[in-house]
């Protein structure tokens, strides 16, 4: 499935995706970036036995992955880059095996050093977790022709 750009300039979408199907912890978990637009980048993930804990289900980490990712991309479509500093996800439900997540990160505020920012983690309408981060602006983006 092609990534969606909502709205963002066209070579900082492609940096954007380019860098997701780059990252090899993306690769070896099977997300991908899906959808980025001013501020918001959703990632997505189809969960299998692979992303199992030791109790069957599948691992939070998985979901604290997303919420992460979510928002530092979310960060990044305004061009800049930041690193976590701090998060704070509420697990509401398990994930299901076999069904398409969503994290759905927005930038609150970005200020000149601090960013803050949430996630919203999703299987079709169904809230599974719910992230509330803080990030700190190392520097922007540059892309290189």
């Known amino acids: ?11 900082l979408f492609n940096y954007i995706i380019g860098t997701g199907e780059e990252m090899p912890f993306y690769n ?11 501020g918001y980048a959703e990632l997505s993930v189809t969960t299998r036995r692979e992303h199992a804990n030791p109790l069957g289900t599948v691992h939070g ?21 930041g690193i976590t500093v701090d998060f704070s996800t509420a697990m509401i439900a398990p994930a299901p095996f076999g069904e398409e ?8 505020k970005a200020g000149r050093n601090m960013i803050f920012a ?14 509330r981060g803080t990030f700190y602006r190392t520097t922007d983006i540059n892309i290189k022709e």
Request: proline fraction near 2%; aromatic fraction near 2%; hydrophobic fraction near 45%.
């Open 1 to 11: 499935m092609e990534s969606k750009n909502l709205g963002i300039e066209d070579k």
């Open 28 to 38: 070896l978990l099977g997300v991908r970036i899906s959808a980025v637009g001013p």
């Open 61 to 81: 980490g998985l979901l604290l992955t997303m919420a992460d990712g979510s928002m530092g991309n979310a960060i990044r479509s305004l061009g800049m880059i």
């Open 101 to 108: 997540i969503v994290a759905q990160g927005r930038v609150l």
């Open 118 to 131: 949430e996630s919203k983690v999703y299987a079709g309408d169904k809230l599974l977790a719910d992230t």
